[in-house]
Nanobody
């Protein structure tokens, strides 16, 4: 079993930056980690994912070049650095864990573990 706890959300002006953290506990060995987000009235969508080693990363087109996913396995923590934020980035951001690999980590149903979510609000 894996438990995930997100932190780092908040209110920021457009063009600003935030860094989200997701700390995992339990049996985290070899799992991919991902970030998804859900805006009001919309479905949860893929944002980014990272392999266990950190050597492979995947991004949604909407955040590529602005967001960076990374992980520190010694701290059991995954990060999402968000730069050049836009109002359309406003959502609840969720950290997830999956034993899927590669491009399958873009798929919501492949995730077995979820955190409680953290709110990110970007004002215009």
């Amino acid at each position: 079993q894996v438990q995930l706890v997100e932190s780092g959300g908040g209110l920021v002006q457009a063009g600003g930056s935030l860094r989200l953290s997701c700390t995992a506990s339990g049996r985290t060995f070899s799992i991919y980690m991902g970030w998804f987000r859900q805006a009001p009235g919309k479905e949860r969508e893929f944002v980014a994912a990272i392999s266990w080693s950190g050597s492979s990363t995947y991004y949604a087109d909407s955040v590529k070049g602005r967001f960076t996913i990374s992980r520190d396995n010694a701290k059991n923590t995954v990060y999402l650095q968000m730069n050049s934020l836009k109002p359309e980035d406003t959502a609840v951001y969720y950290c997830g864990g999956t034993r899927a690999m590669g491009v399958m980590t873009r798929i919501l149903s492949q995730y077995d573990y979820w955190g409680q979510g953290t709110q990110v609000t970007v004002s215009a």
